[in-house]
Structures are given as C-alpha cells and as structure tokens.
C-alpha cells in the first residue's frame, strides 16, 4: 500500500493475472475504477517475494480488522509512541484526546503515506490521482499532508 496506493480491499485480491509487464492493473472493489500501476523499485521486491507463494492470489486473505489490530500491536512493539491528538465531535462538542501513534495506525495509512511521498519525490499531482483513482482534487487533498521537510526544501530552492 505504502508503495502502490492500492487500498486493502485490492491489495488482498490481487491476483498474479493483475501484474504484466511490471505494471498492476486492476478494477478497484470500491470505485471499480481501472487502476494502471507501475511497479517500483520497491513494490517489484514485494511482488517478486510473493509471487511463487501462490499460483493465483498474491496474498492471503485477511480482514481489514485483522489487518488494523495487528499494525496496532506492531507498532506498539516498534514504540511507535509520539502522541497524536485526536478530536471528535458529539454533536457541537468538540472532544481531544492525546493518544500514542501506534493506535491510529490503520492500513488505509499505507495508501496516504503513498500520496505524500510520491508528492515529496516530485510525482505531480495528475499522475498521483490517477494511481490512486481519486476522481476529484477535494477528495484526494484529504490524503495528504505537506511535510516541514518538503516545506524547507521548496523554500530554500525557491529563495536560496
């Protein structure tokens, strides 16, 4: 997910029909968009140490519950700890909370780290969108987050 964008639904049901090429290409369940994906130096690693495991699904099958409690237990284990606020709203009240990292931890974060690192690596925004089906700017702009990194980065290349 971190290196294709591919939500979990899809990752879990590719199948070795879906990789030619060096490229994915599958309808995604959600949207059943047609996803067009290139591998990367990265995915094609994942890929390659799966792709004998199994001569018709890439991965076995797990829920996404599954999938969330366990990214939970590992980055505890990792002590994925740095505090993270979380606000909800019951009705107009507003309700924080400081919680430690790893309990956000979900694999849909997987597919928003994809998003903003491929935009930190200069990937344009069309192209993103694209990988990622995103049909509207106002829903992918959720995904991702300018980090101070690129922040610095731009500024100094624009002003030093």
């Known amino acids: 997910g971190c290196f294709t964008g591919l939500?979990?639904?899809d990752i879990i049901n590719l199948k070795q029909e879906n990789i030619n090429n060096d490229t994915i290409v599958v309808n995604t369940l959600k949207t059943g968009t047609k996803a067009i994906i290139?591998?990367?130096?990265?995915?094609?690693?994942?890929?390659?140490?799966?792709?004998?495991?199994?001569k018709y699904n890439l991965f076995?099958?797990?829920s996404n519950q599954k999938m969330n409690t366990y990214l939970k237990e590992?980055?505890?284990?990792?002590?994925?700890?740095?505090?993270?606020q979380i606000i909800?709203?019951?009705?107009?009240?507003?309700?924080?909370?400081?919680v430690p990292k790893y309990e956000v931890l979900t694999s849909h974060v997987a597919r928003k780290t994809f998003i903003t690192n491929a935009?930190?690596?200069?990937?344009?925004?069309?192209?993103?969108?694209?990988?990622?089906?995103?049909?509207?700017y106002k829903a992918f702009k959720r995904y991702f987050k300018v980090v101070d990194e690129q922040k610095r980065s731009q500024m100094n290349n624009a002003f030093n």
């Not at 909800?88 to 400081?98: I, M, N, S, T």
Request: charged share 25%; aromatic share 6%.
């Open 119 to 136: 935009m930190i690596k200069g990937m344009t925004t069309e192209v993103i969108m694209d990988i990622t089906t995103h049909s509207s």
């Open 88 to 98: 909800r709203y019951c009705g107009a009240e507003r309700l924080e909370k400081l």
């Open 60 to 62: 076995q099958s797990i």
């Open 38 to 54: 290139p591998l990367n130096k990265y995915s094609r690693i994942i890929y390659d140490r799966y792709k004998s495991v199994d």
């Open 7 to 9: 939500r979990i639904s």
């Open 74 to 84: 590992l980055g505890k284990l990792a002590e994925i700890n740095t505090p993270v």
